[in-house]
């Protein structure tokens, strides 16, 4: 039998994943990429250091992390899970680590290894990288018979992967291509809208806190008073709002934020409960006894978070601690306890970490990643209505459906 002609259309986490495999079994590979360069957003996440997966080795453990549509990545995960990504790339000479959360990263600490390690993995198996931009897809017989490119010139195919990711990150390439292709194939492209993105907060005091890094500290997002997440980690303060793990994993719950009241409840001391954190502060305001009340909190609060709460506790800044009353201090304590922020927007979707929405899931087959209704036509990646939490479980879905998908093309 002839191999056969597949074209792989685009060049990221999934789609070098699903070339690798589809050259591996001698069909002619072609992966199609718009940039000069693969991989472009692997690049860039984890800060550059490239948090590659999630160290959740049973199944449920990564069911649980994925928000949109997690059944559907039972089959992709139990084809290819996160040991099975890190005992690839040691094969590629990329040893990893796992740090807090589980997070995996290369020992190295650099992306680029992870990213010439998938490039790597692609072209020794056989796979060919071509620079190109897919345009539309050439029909014959209601199957793709060619890819059509922007200059017009077309490839010949017998099956083609859609693994263009989203548009998030639009600088990386990810400017939503593959909708547009999945939907001159027939597909449904459910609603794009940012997941693991940056909130805006309309507080007057946000921008007092820019660059305010806060660890350890528990988050509660609730929707119209009722309570929807909570998480515990880090965060981060910037000119416009709030970012940083908790905060990202927090976006994925939210929907219209600009048409609902949505709010971020901040425990600031989760290690202490209300009447230990009454101790607490009744020990600091009998070491400070004289002094006055806004320069008695460095022991307990970050600099820059001071005057914002002294001046959301209503006590004058410079009342002595000795006349503060009972009332006062427990007013305090449940500021510190609920410190609440007002979100009323994401950032845009060109800096959320993924899209949420893709193409309808339930025109893809679970078990090959083939399409329902072009049987020629595949798909992996971001560009599949799947997403999850922060941590390594979106790549982790990108090389689990690639995987996928290269094994069935």
Not at 49 to 54: A, D, E, K, P, W
Not at 84 to 94: K, N, Y
Not at 118 to 132: R, S
Not at 356 to 385: C, H, P, Q
């Amino acid at each position: 039998m002839e191999n056969k002609r597949v074209v792989i259309i685009g060049a990221g986490a999934s789609g070098l994943i699903a070339g690798a495999e589809s050259a591996k079994r001698k069909n002619n590979t072609v992966i199609l990429e718009k940039n000069s360069r693969v991989a472009r957003k692997v690049m860039i996440t984890g800060k550059g250091r490239c948090n590659v997966t999630n160290a959740a080795f049973e199944i449920e453990d990564l069911i649980s992390n994925v928000v949109t549509n997690p059944r559907f990545m039972y089959s992709a995960f139990s084809a290819f899970m996160p040991y099975d990504t890190i005992a690839l790339l040691e094969e590629l000479g990329v040893p990893t680590k796992i740090e807090r959360g589980n997070r995996v990263f290369p020992e190295s600490d650099k992306a680029v290894d992870i990213v010439d390690a998938l490039h790597k993995n692609a072209t020794q198996n056989g796979a060919e990288i071509v620079q190109g931009t897919a345009r539309a897809f050439r029909f014959e017989n209601s199957r793709i018979a060619a890819v059509i490119l922007d200059d017009s010139s077309e490839i010949p195919c017998d099956a083609v992967a859609i693994c263009t990711g989203g548009k998030s990150y639009s600088k990386t390439g990810s400017t939503g291509d593959g909708y547009a292709l999945a939907k001159s194939a027939g597909h449904t492209v459910t609603e794009l809208k940012p997941s693991l993105v940056p909130l805006v907060c309309s507080n007057n005091f946000i921008t007092q806190l820019q660059g305010l890094s806060l660890r350890n500290v528990s988050v509660t997002l609730t929707e119209q008073g009722k309570k929807i997440y909570t998480d515990f980690g880090e965060m981060l303060f910037t000119h416009f709002g709030v970012s940083g793990p908790v905060i990202l994993s927090a976006s994925c719950h939210m929907n219209e934020p600009e048409n609902k009241e949505y709010k971020l409840h901040i425990d600031l001391k989760p290690a202490l409960d209300t009447a230990q954190l009454d101790k607490r502060i009744q020990r600091d305001f009998a070491e400070n006894n004289n002094r006055d009340f806004i320069n008695s909190l460095s022991k307990l609060l970050p600099k820059k978070l001071i005057p914002v709460i002294v001046r959301l506790s209503g006590i004058e800044p410079g009342v002595k601690c000795n006349s503060i009353t009972r009332e006062q201090r427990q007013s305090l304590v449940k500021l510190l306890k609920n410190f609440t922020l007002d979100i009323t927007a994401f950032r845009p979707i060109e800096e959320a970490v993924v899209t949420s929405g893709g193409v309808n899931v339930k025109e893809i087959d679970s078990k090959t990643m083939r399409s329902k209704l072009v049987d020629n036509l595949y798909f992996a990646g971001e560009v599949i209505d799947v997403d999850a939490y922060t941590g390594g479980f979106n790549l982790q879905i990108a090389f689990s459906t690639g995987y996928l998908c290269g094994n069935n093309i």
